[in-house]
């Protein structure tokens, strides 16, 4: 069976040209570098990826660098450490997109520490963009990643648990809250103390000095979620999307809405169309929230994006989404984001 998938995969792709990953350095000089991550544990996410672009390396593995940070970070809601679905599994999605437009995406995966590397192999391995399941996983073992044992992090057992008590399926994700008292370390808790997350989606986009563009996104997705519900975050135009020629915008919260707009496809196109990227950030959310407003009050969906001459923009359904920029002048700071709804 094992060979014989190899042999498909290596049939197909003299039937599609793979996407051949060529490991150029940047271009020197000929702009600033800057990266945005989603939330304040994009601090932890903007530290990874900005020596990456100082050292006139590639947005790509900034981008990679930051998404492999934070599924590293227990404490964060992406990665092994997030919440399972309702059957009690942790499953990932995550993606990845350079300046070229090679992107690649995982989803629905299990067992797997870094799926935004995955993501990276199936971008540069395969003639394909995206993999799931039992596919993806069989994929990166084949590429050497480990599997991981099938539990929860202590923090993700309790949650369960807790939900488990009535066991209701409410996908409502993303309202903010206060923060929990018990918050240390660099970055706000992406925790409460009940169990619940505050989010559960890390993206970054980032511009190198060479002038090229990149992004990533990673989740465990919604918690309890149905088994195999997959959100916006793997999938390229709605949880991310890169134009060198325009921006990137990568995008954060009720994955079902952003799926219904193309989200960060539409904030790009917007920008291509002469929106600085706040606007664009901003007439993507109206358009959410125009469908229904009533229920868009009880969701939140949020986008960062980068246009191609460095300039940022955000903008939530929301209030309490906030995100981390690094330029050179500021370092891992947190900026807190408009809102339609204040
Ligand atoms: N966008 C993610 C999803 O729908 C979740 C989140 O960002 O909170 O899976």
Request: net charge negative.
């Amino acid at each position: 069976m094992k060979n014989s998938r190899r042999q498909f995969v290596k049939n197909s792709a003299l039937l599609i040209p793979a996407v051949r990953y060529v490991n150029l350095p940047a271009k020197e000089g000929s702009g600033k570098p800057v990266v945005v991550s989603t939330w304040d544990s994009g601090v932890i996410a903007n530290a990874a990826a900005w020596p990456v672009l100082l050292d006139q390396g590639r947005a790509i593995d900034a981008v990679e660098q930051a998404g492999i940070a934070i599924e590293n970070d227990i404490n964060c809601c992406v990665g092994l450490g997030g919440n399972p679905d309702r059957d009690g599994y942790v499953t990932l999605d995550a993606c990845i997109m350079d300046d070229q437009a090679n992107c690649g995406s995982v989803a629905f995966l299990e067992r797997i520490k870094h799926p935004v590397s995955v993501a990276r192999k199936v971008m540069e391995e395969t003639p394909h963009v995206m993999l799931v399941g039992i596919g993806a996983q069989q994929f990166a073992v084949e590429q050497g990643f480990p599997l991981e044992p099938q539990t929860l992090s202590p923090e993700a057992e309790k949650a369960y648990k807790k939900w488990l008590l009535d066991a209701n399926y409410e996908p409502v994700i993303n309202i903010e809250r206060t923060q929990s008292k018990k918050g240390k370390g660099p970055y706000a808790p992406a925790r409460f103390d009940d169990g619940s997350f505050n989010h559960d989606t890390m993206g970054t986009i980032a511009l190198d000095g060479g002038g090229a563009l990149s992004g990533m996104c990673t989740t465990s997705g919604m918690g309890f979620k149905m088994r195999g519900r997959v959100g916006d975050s793997p999938i390229i135009g709605s949880g991310l999307f890169v134009d060198n020629e325009v921006g990137a915008a990568v995008a954060t919260g009720q994955g079902e809405e952003v799926i219904r707009v193309s989200g960060c496809h539409l904030v790009v196109e917007l920008m291509r169309n002469g929106r600085t990227p706040q606007e664009a950030c901003e007439q993507a959310v109206e358009r959410i929230i125009k469908r229904d407003r009533e229920k868009a009050r009880s969701f939140q969906v949020a986008f960062i994006a980068l246009g191609k001459n460095g300039s940022i923009g955000a903008f939530a359904v929301q209030k309490g989404f906030n995100y981390t920029i690094s330029n050179g002048e500021i370092e891992g700071q947190v900026v807190d984001a408009k809102s339609f709804f204040g």
